[in-house]
C-alpha cells in the first residue's frame, strides 16, 4: 500500500515536497508514479520512476518544475514541486505497476492510497 503526504496550500512560485510512502518491499521493477485529479478533470500523470534504475519520465506540464525521486532507506518516493502555479492545484495520488516509468495510465498502476491536497493560489 501507498500513503501520499505533504500537500498544503501555497502561493504561486513557491515550493512544496509531496512524499510516497511504500508498506513492504518494493522490488527493483517496479514503478512508482504521481498522478493529480483536479475537481470534475480526469486523474492526469505527473511523473513516475522506477525503483531498481532511477529512470524518471515526467508529464509535459511539469517538466523543468519537478524532480522525482527514490529513498531507498525510507521506502519513499519524493516529489520535488517548485515554481508552482494554480492550474496545479489538485489532489495528488500516488500509484504503482511492475514495469516502465514511460507508462502514463493511471489505469495501469494500481495500490492507490489516499491523496494529498496541493492548492496553489495567485
Known amino acids: 500500500q501507498l500513503q501520499a503526504s505533504g500537500g498544503g496550500s501555497v502561493q504561486a512560485g513557491d515550493s512544496l515536497r509531496l512524499s510516497c510512502a511504500a508498506s513492504?518491499?518494493?522490488?527493483?521493477?517496479?514503478?512508482i508514479g504521481w498522478f493529480r485529479q483536479a475537481p470534475g478533470k480526469e486523474r492526469e500523470f505527473v511523473a513516475s520512476i522506477n525503483w531498481g534504475d532511477r529512470r524518471a519520465f515526467y508529464g509535459d506540464s511539469v517538466k523543468g518544475r519537478f524532480t522525482i525521486s527514490r529513498d531507498t532507506a525510507e521506502n519513499t518516493v519524493v516529489l520535488q514541486m517548485t515554481s508552482l502555479k494554480p492550474e496545479d492545484t489538485a489532489v495528488y495520488f500516488c500509484g504503482l505497476r511492475v514495469g516502465s516509468p514511460r507508462i502514463t495510465e493511471a489505469a495501469d498502476y494500481r495500490n492507490w492510497g489516499q491523496g494529498t491536497l496541493v492548492t496553489v493560489s495567485s
Open positions: 513492504g518491499r518494493i522490488f527493483s521493477s517496479t514503478s
